[in-house]
Nanobody, 126 residues
């Protein structure tokens, strides 16, 4: 069955960095776009970034542009989210998800993603 497992979260000081990983199995990973979302307590789920099936195109929310970088290794069935210059407002549970589309583009809303991981907590605090 489809499985997505996030890792790499933790507690970091403002200005610090983390790299999240999303390990996937149970589907043709190299054909699917993958997105990262986050949800902070009391807030709606927010799209953070997405990468197309071959890594050719990446999308970012305005709030993370220039600080976060998404990448993928299709040989390892893994997507990464490198997060630099972290801010307290980046604190959230981060989830990866499979886009239900053709792989060559990314959906803009969470309803366009079908399988989700359990998430990894990122806390940015001094």
């Amino acid at each position: 069955q489809v499985q997505l497992v996030e890792s790499g979260g933790g507690l970091v000081q403002p200005g610090g960095s983390l790299r999240l990983s999303c390990a996937a199995s149970g589907f043709r990973f190299a054909e699917i776009a993958i997105g990262w979302f986050r949800q902070a307590p009391g807030k709606e789920r927010e799209g953070v970034s997405c990468i197309t099936y071959n890594g050719g195109t990446a999308y970012y929310a305005d709030s993370v542009k220039g600080r976060f970088t998404i990448s993928r290794d299709n040989a390892k069935n893994t997507v990464y989210l490198q997060m630099n210059s972290l801010k307290p407002e980046d604190t959230a549970v981060y989830h990866c998800a499979t886009d239900r589309g053709f792989g060559s583009s990314c959906g803009t809303g969470s309803w366009e993603y079908d399988f989700w991981g359990q998430g990894t907590q990122v806390t940015v605090s001094s």
